[in-house]
């Protein structure tokens, strides 16, 4: 990586984590001053709670009462190969993984991970997985889509604030670091057990879209507004409108505490987005057209606090026949429960193949229920009983693709290094094993 | 998920100009500036617009049940709708083309309002536009079809690839019967040939006036013009206007595949352009049918597509009476872009009464 001078130490940070590697990290180290971020304890397991996903407590809340989201993410995309672990295998991915959370806290500034397993990995068992898992292969969920299967076996998302730990966290998960952040790190490598198939980057958070706005994707006078935290111009996952942890749990069987992630690849085009469509048509069909006729949305809609006033917007079916428009989050409030989605959004832009993009990252207690959600999103009734099209005035469908999808499950804390499809009838086996 | 790739059947047809417009003057287009500036006083009605232009077929191909033909103009104007308010698009500095998938049913010609085409363009591998969803258009020359303007980087052969899903549930006959389908073509982009297709000034004394520029015929696409009140089935009972949309209204006496039982009826309402009788797409619509003051139907009417009547709206009810008196409600506007001439077209849409 050239040195070149006239770029900050900030823009060259993220641009280094879409290129990631030890060189564009260790260039990364060299300049400015090392940032400080405090170690994890000696041993997680002691501290961490059983939730992989238990992300919250650990995330600082905004003056306005969201959660700051990491704005660094990594996804390593992981596949196994054939056959069934051994125990030294999961003591390796054990250890590797607790290598990089002895060296950084838990929390936004240091690192947060999860380690997810997708039904091709829980294929290889004999047993199938318990039924309190709703895990499918990922299928299409439109007619108008035709993504590709996210067929690898895991994937690990790493999260902080700092470029640096994320870049950091994964040469070490990779084997590439004897010592992370002053802490030694094990022999045990991710890669002693898994290969690579691909690593996805991204980014969440005011001005980082606009700092990574020279993508295909973007129109070229460099729309995106500089207070953005996504690429669309708008805030996201306010706090009224995500489900607790705990809604998002499974809550019986061998994997309780786990959860479900949905994944997918989403490709941007905003050239219609930018430069065909005014403000209030943004406004509009991002949140609905009564938040435009009324300006209740200013800016990234920092304006909103921690909700985004659904109940005002109105019956979508309604909305779509007079206004010829309904909006994207409009259209899920009738999947809400207890007034609150039911799927926990995590997601963040994306530079990935040099084209806008977004990976939509969401926890759920069942794929069932972020299918429900998604098919909301489709609005198929609304398209075939109002002027409302399959895409256009149609939310933001006009604008995103759908290429590919997976569905993982995060397992509990304590299953999260290969786990058996079914861990009840491991630890049975087993102990046949120790009584003969 | 992604299905072994079926590629579209290509009929190489060649770059033909099909404007079939005489006198072309040899206009150089190089930019939006180019374009003539609007007429001023527009009506809120159709209007003849500033000037015709020609368009380049490319190839044509059959998948699924559909049929596609990539044609192409140069870039344009055009307005987005929103409800009923319109946002004008400029041409961008950048853009090469105005790219239209034109798509229809192969067996029926009907051009389908349900599906949304996905345009992705490539050059030797390499993504150059990726994900594009034109907008539904309405064009005075071309009638309702999709585009979009594009950029392309430079002249040369480009990968056009065009998929379609494969359909909405209120569709009869054989329209029934697709599939998901995708198109691959190859695009020869000549900036040269573009700037040769015709474009001709229309008087200034017709420009604005109530009235249309002629559709152009195309070869080897079928008509894109709604039946003719004569050749709708069933009982046409006569034609009401409302922004300036023209609605034939006809009832069929078995409503069966619509979704209605034995003995009911269906009314089918069919809005045009009017001059070049296009059909209106992406409305909502609602109707009451009474009949000595007693409201007899109260309801949508969704919009269908038919062999026979193209795409039009409809609704099941009990029973029609010669007298029976039925308004109609636009409840949204065509939410589909327009080209010069429809822009003030189609909007403000208020209720019209026809005695059947
Ligand atoms: C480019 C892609 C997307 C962008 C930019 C986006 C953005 C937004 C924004 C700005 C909101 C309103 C604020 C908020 O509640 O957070 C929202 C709401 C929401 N979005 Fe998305 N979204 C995208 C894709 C998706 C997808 C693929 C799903 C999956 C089904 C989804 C599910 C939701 C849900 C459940 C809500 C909240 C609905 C409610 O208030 O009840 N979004 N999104």
Request: aromatic share 6%.
């Amino acid at each position: 990586m050239s040195d070149s001078p006239g770029i900050d130490r900030r823009a060259f940070v993220k641009s280094a984590v879409a290129i990631g590697g030890a060189a564009a990290l260790s260039a990364c180290l060299d300049r400015g001053p090392s940032i400080d971020v405090p170690r994890g304890p000696e041993e997680p397991s002691a501290t961490f709670p059983e939730r992989q996903h238990a992300w919250n407590a650990a995330l600082p809340t905004t003056d306005a009462g969201n959660n700051h989201h990491p704005r660094h993410r990594v996804l390593l995309a992981l596949d196994y190969g054939d056959g069934t672990p051994t125990d030294a295998e999961r003591e390796t991915v054990e250890a590797a993984l607790a290598g990089v959370e002895r060296a950084y806290e838990r929390s936004a500034a240091g690192l947060l991970l999860t380690i997810s397993y997708s039904p091709y990995y829980f294929d290889r068992f004999d047993d199938d997985l318990p039924e309190s898992v709703d895990l499918p292969e990922p299928t299409a969920l439109s007619s108008f889509e035709d993504p590709d299967a996210d067929a690898v076996d895991a994937i690990v998302h790493l999260a902080s604030d700092h470029g640096e730990v994320v870049m950091g966290a994964e040469e070490a998960l990779k084997g590439e670091l004897g010592e992370l952040n002053g802490v030694s790190q094990p022999e045990a490598a991710l890669t002693d057990v898994f290969s690579l198939a691909e690593r996805r980057t991204g980014f969440v958070g005011d001005g980082l879209p606009a700092e990574n706005q020279d993508v295909d994707g973007v129109p070229d006078d460099d729309p995106v507004p500089e207070d953005a935290p996504l690429y669309m111009g708008f805030e996201s996952a306010f706090d009224g409108n995500q489900p607790t942890e705990d809604r998002v749990t499974i809550q019986q069987g061998p994997f309780a505490g786990g959860t479900t992630q949905q994944l997918s690849t989403l490709t941007l085009n905003l050239t219609q987005w930018y430069e065909q469509d005014t403000r209030d048509q943004r406004v509009s069909k991002m949140f609905c057209p009564h938040h435009a006729q009324n300006d209740v949305v200013e800016g990234a809609g920092g304006n909103l606090g921690s909700d985004t006033r659904m109940d005002d917007c109105g019956d979508p079916m309604e909305t779509a026949r007079r206004e010829g428009v309904v909006g994207h989050s409009q259209k899920m409030v009738d999947v809400r429960e207890d007034d609150t989605p039911i799927i926990l959004r995590r997601d963040f832009d994306s530079t990935d193949r040099d084209h806008a993009g977004l990976h939509f990252l969401s926890l759920q207690r069942t794929i069932t229920d972020f299918v429900t959600t998604r098919e909301a999103m489709n609005g198929d009734q609304i398209d075939s009983d109002s002027a409302v099209g399959q895409r256009t005035n149609n939310g933001i469908l006009q604008y995103i693709n759908t290429v590919r999808r997976g569905n993982f499950l995060v397992p509990p804390r304590s299953l999260r290094a290969l786990p058996p499809a079914d861990p009840r009838a491991t630890a049975a086996e087993n102990a046949e094993v120790a009584n003969a | 998920m992604r299905k072994r790739s079926r590629r579209a059947f290509l009929a190489g047809v060649g770059a033909t100009g099909v404007g079939g417009l005489a006198g072309c003057l040899g206009f150089e287009l190089e930019s939006s500036s180019l374009e003539p500036s609007l007429v001023e006083n527009r009506p809120d009605a159709v209007y003849v617009p500033t000037h015709t232009e020609g368009m380049a077929m490319g190839e044509m191909g059959s998948d699924g049940g559909y049929s596609c033909a990539l044609t192409y103009s140069y870039p344009h104007r055009f307005w987005t709708v929103t409800g009923s308010d319109t946002t004008q698009v400029e041409v961008g500095s950048d853009d090469a083309l105005h790219l239209m998938p034109v798509v229809w049913h192969s067996e029926t010609g009907v051009i389908p309002s349900d599906v949304s085409p996905r345009v992705d363009v490539t050059r030797d591998g390499e993504s150059v536009v990726d994900g594009l969803n034109p907008w539904p258009m309405l064009a005075q020359q071309m009638g309702y079809h999709f585009g979009d303007n594009i950029e392309l980087p430079e002249a040369g052969e480009y990968t056009v690839t065009v998929s379609v899903g494969a359909g909405g549930e209120r569709r009869t006959g054989p329209l029934a019967d697709t599939a998901a389908a995708e198109f691959e073509f190859t695009l020869d982009y000549q900036p040269s040939e573009l700037r040769d297709l015709p474009f001709e000034d229309i008087a200034e004394a017709r420009q604005g006036t109530l009235g249309a520029a002629e559709p152009m015929q195309m070869d080897m696409v079928p008509t894109m013009q709604a039946p003719t009140a004569d050749d709708l089935p069933g009982t046409v009972r006569g034609t009401t206007e409302s922004g300036d949309a023209q609605f034939v209204v006809t009832t069929l006496d078995d409503a069966t595949r619509f979704g209605g039982k034995e003995g009911q009826q269906y009314v089918a309402v069919s809005p045009r352009t009017p001059y070049n009788r296009f059909p209106l797409p992406q409305m909502s619509l609602s109707a009451t049918l009474s009949r000595d003051g007693e409201t007899r139907f109260d309801g949508y009417l969704n919009e269908w597509l038919g062999p026979d009547l193209g795409i039009h709206y409809g609704a099941v009810v009990e029973g029609v009476a010669a007298g029976d008196e039925f308004t109609i409600t636009v409840d949204s506007p065509p939410q589909i872009s327009r080209h010069e001439g429809y822009e003030t077209a189609f909007l403000g849409m208020p209720d019209t009464t026809l005695t059947l």
